[in-house]
DNA sequence: CCTTAAGCGAGACGGTACGTCAGGTCTTGGC
DNA sequence: GCCAAGACCTGACGTACCGTCTCGCTTAAGG
């Protein structure tokens, strides 16, 4: 018996992988991912529906990767060091409430929580390769603040960033309260004194 | 032109109610949210389709009713409250983790989530219906924490919440981490030197 | 296991049905039928692919449906007897011949006789629906001539059929000759003076 | 702008082509010429599609192609000339019903009418060089015969072979009757009285 | 003898059609 | 008048092949 026989990505053509990613960012932004079929990315990609079942087990995968594709620019990515933490995180804090208030990321970040919560391997390649660089450099300015005496010595880094960050995506997610630059400074204000030296 | 007409409410067959609701739950339980249809679970309930068109409108409004049925039997719930607010929290932070790790509930809850983040008045009712009846529970509890002195008084109780159950959730839904009994202890211990009066 | 189940006939609607059956017409009149598919077949009827399948096995049934819909309406036909076996028969010959030479039989029937040649199914209702009638009118003819004496009593009325008509088929299905009128006169002179009494 | 560019026929590649006929013949032995592909008969063969592409037009010709390989060592055949006409013709007729018989030149020969129906321009092939010689030599036969005044000396021994052979091919085209050695007696039976001398 | 252009295998590509599944609407007959 | 049943049109699924198009690689001819 002979496996599904895997394509030679060597051949792959970076023309359609590009204009098929393109293709999945703007359907997304425009009918919501539910409404997005694989049909609609490859007719408006001008590419065979094949070359996508070829090179994606799934339209999550597409639709992940093309979410991928665009945040590989800002990488290397590293937070403001100012020396003050409180002031730093606000700063952060506020720009990400900005961001979720910016109607254009609405659809593709509903989107990729959708599929990661359903779909194991996603949610995988989403903290490795999303969230991941991200974490690492709000850890990178945490451990700076540790050194300063700002943030307990031995806090649990990842917890800091869930207690940062879980309420705010929550509460976007849900739409169970309103974002404000109060409630960034809220956050950033009851997390420092939970972890404070 | 006549509207689409309402069908009357009185005349509701409870028995297909009934039926609908327990297969959809069934459904969802074996394959997952995505997989369900409305034809599945409509052949399941030995039901016809209009008949679910008739009194729902979408898969997630049924599934949804479902959820809702389920819980409805533990209606007017309270936590325990022996006076001391850290062990009370632990022992239910503990019981919500046990809870996530049984597969049975799995798809359910996964279901609910993929459904709340893309549909703004399901979301609306989830937060009515289920998660406020018990977040006021909970804040009922933190009350008498306040009155007690163990938690600011001035402390927004919402907040408080969010801070104790969201990196829980965001944990389990992302798989991000591994849910202990441990996490659960530190979750309420960081909730609690934050909220400190 | 349950079978494919089938569908309840009496809900068929008429009106697809007939639709189906002109489109498909039409289509292999236009272009033959290699190139016709079930696609454009259900698109010209304006009915749902799901339509086709739920009532017709395959391309060649449908098409096969069409023809049959078509002479359906030329039942219990029956051939010229004047009495003078030769002329009658010369008659209908050069009327066969005329209709080979028309284009617009050219499609449908060279679409019949290859569905028919790789389908036993199909080859078996054509002989039952199609051919079996008319052979049988023509063979009350030539029993007719029997009892006139112009035909030998004991003749085997299937082998003069063949002797009759398969050249002049084959002729045309090879295009391996010119059909006259002559042609056909021919095959008449030779078919009587083979099983002349 | 530039025509297709025709190979040449020097460099060409006699494994291949070996292989690609080889690889259709069977093909249509196993599936029916209905169910055989280019890709298919590519794969069976070990040789990219562009190597069928280059050297036939179209599937039917590499089919036909792969039957004239055949029967081209069966070239300058002749038939038996005992100096009796009838029992000659009933061995060689005997002799065509016996084949029709074997269940391997089923598929084959039903392809290749298939073929011919649909396409003038392969029957004009055939009719030049895979039914043309074998006419020859039955009319050879038959020019014996008209010699020894056994046939009428002004017969068309065209429309002879025809009345011969053509209800015994539609017979076994349309499975509409049994293929014994009484008929092909009886075919010629009738033959030779519809034109003896 | 060595280049060089052709044929070659492989297989990705943009497409069309396949046969299936489900969506949501509509109709029929039974209760 | 709701209900079970299920046919209908629609649209997407994932697959199979179409015929065209590169890729490197042999391989035979002609300079």
Redesign the pocket.
Known sequence: MSQP?K??P????E???Q?VLDAARDLVSELGYAKV????IAAR???????I???WP??GAVIFDSFLALSESEEGMSLPDTGDLEADLKIVMRATVAEFADPAFEAPIRALNTEIIGDPALAAQYREKLAGPVDEAKKERLRSAQRAGQLAADADLDLVLEVLYAPLYQRWLHRSGPLTPQYADALVEITLRAFAP
Chains 1, 2, 3, 4 share one sequence.
Not at 10 to 13: C, D, E, N, Q, V
Not at 37 to 40: K, L, V
């Open positions: 026989r394509p030679n060597a051949r792959r053509s023309r359609s992988r204009a079929s694989i049909e609609a990609a001008g590419v065979g529906k094949q070359t079942y070829r090179w799934s339209k």
